[in-house]
């Protein structure tokens, strides 16, 4: 545990008054990252804000809310909490982190927080590398992740990655630190509790030292992909422009950039899913590419259609017809997608989930409808505005989905919200004025 301090202290430039986003979960790695934070806030004068996600999905989660709350108070902590009402028929995992990711944002943006840290672990590590090897993936994504990643306007911490589990459950029990399992954790149902409890064990039976081979691999990996990236990066707009690569220059160039303009492409249009983008579609489009056939097409899941006509690959689109809607937003709107957005008079929810305006700032009444070509919205936090479709990339939402997503708007075409997404600069605090609420479940 001494190297997670030295981490922290030598590492990352921590300053008095600094604020830090924490996913605390009430589980036994995140409430030791908690309390280590917890004595640097009280020896450096750092502000901690504890976010913590109620899944709802098992009884004992309203309990562990409630403890992580008092232990907050208890510590002068700030307290962040969301509970999620609605899960959709995705992957569970994938739209759980997205969730979380999405809400530790909110709060990043709201507090204007330096670093977002996470209680991820060796062992964690360990089980997303064998996913992604067995499901397929890219050069970068089967390192797994890195300590340490640069965002736009924060850093994403990982202090505990070189630890593992039982490594902080005997710290826990040295400190007397209070901590939840959740039972869910014992079902083999999830991919992940599979490696968990059989591949796990066996490694760690060959080698006890597992973890520290894997971190080594996930950091020459990554060092690998970084190279790779910033050659690729340097030949990516001479070869594909607009949705069409030029065959005849991307061929000269070497196998491993070519490879990796490839899975960039995919990743720009399916938002980085790796369960969607894989080498599987990657050789598809290889095959593609050196077949003899001047004309001919490849079909990828969510109607994406990858078309060689002669000396160009244009991706795109199948021509599925998506059914516009347009609604002006009373007290209630039963949406297209299956979800509701609800006018309430009071809600203390803070996430992408609701909005709150002040109706002098806009015009009246207010519409909800799916997207259009050249849809851009001003993004509270942000400098200017940003494209739809841009927003939807980041936020990884599936192609399938982008056309059919909410978004809402006033009488004079500003879009003021993407509900479960972001806001516009329109949106007030809790502690400003405004006199509508907007609620999207």
């Known amino acids: 545990m001494e190297e997670v301090y030295n981490f922290i202290r030598n590492q990352i430039d921590l300053r008095p008054n600094d604020k830090i986003v924490v996913g605390v979960s009430g589980g036994p790695d995140s409430m030791a990252l908690l309390y280590i934070l917890n ?103 089967y390192s797994g992740f890195s300590r340490i990643v640069d965002k736009n306007n924060y850093k994403i911490i990982r202090p505990l990655i070189t630890l593992t589990k039982d490594e902080i459950i005997e710290f826990n029990k040295l400190n007397n630190i209070k901590y939840f399992i959740d039972s869910s954790n014992n079902e083999d149902y999830h991919t992940r509790n599979r490696y968990r409890h ?129 609604m002006e937003i009373d007290k209630v709107v039963n949406l297209p997608n299956g979800k509701i957005i609800e006018s309430v008079n009071y809600s203390n929810d803070t996430s992408n989930f609701t909005t709150r305006i002040n109706s002098k700032e806009v015009k009246l009444p207010l519409y909800v409808r799916n997207r259009r070509d050249g849809d851009k919205m001003e993004v509270k936090g942000l400098n200017g505005s940003k494209k739809l479709s841009e927003i939807f990339i980041n936020e990884k939402i599936k192609s399938v989905d982008r056309d059919s997503w909410p978004v809402v708007l006033d009488s004079e075409n500003t879009i003021i919200w993407i509900p479960g997404l972001k806001k516009s600069k329109l949106d007030r605090k809790i502690t400003e004025e405004y006199d509508i609420i907007l609620k999207y479940y």
């Open 198 to 326: 059989v591949i796990l064990p066996f490694l760690k039976k060959e080698n006890p030292n597992v973890h520290k081979k894997f971190i080594k691999f996930s950091e020459t990996l990554l060092e690998n992909s970084e190279f790779i990236d910033r050659e690729a990066n340097k030949v990516f707009n001479r070869v594909f422009q607009d949705g069409v690569l030029f065959i005849d220059k991307f061929i000269e160039l070497d196998k491993v950039i070519q490879t990796k303009i490839i899975y960039s492409i995919l990743e720009k249009i399916y938002g980085d899913d790796l369960l969607i983008v894989n080498d599987a579609h990657v050789e598809l489009i290889f095959n593609l590419i050196k077949s003899n056939k001047s004309n001919s097409i490849v079909h990828l899941p969510n109607n994406v259609i990858i078309i060689k006509a002669y000396n160009e690959l244009s991706f795109s689109y199948d021509e599925e017809q998506y059914d516009e809607y347009e």
């Open 39 to 141: 004595e640097f806030k009280k020896k450096m004068g750092l502000k901690l804000i504890c976010a913590h996600v109620n899944h709802n999905v098992r009884k004992e989660s309203d309990n562990e809310e409630k403890y992580v709350k008092s232990y907050c108070e208890e510590n002068n902590i700030i307290f962040e909490s969301v509970k999620i009402k609605f899960w959709g028929d995705d992957n569970f995992e994938n739209e759980a982190r997205s969730k979380r990711y999405n809400f530790f944002e909110e709060l990043i943006e709201s507090y204007n927080a330096k670093y977002l840290m996470t209680a991820h672990h060796a062992d964690d590590l360990i089980e997303t590398i064998l996913m992604r090897i067995v499901r397929g993936s890219t050069l970068k994504g």
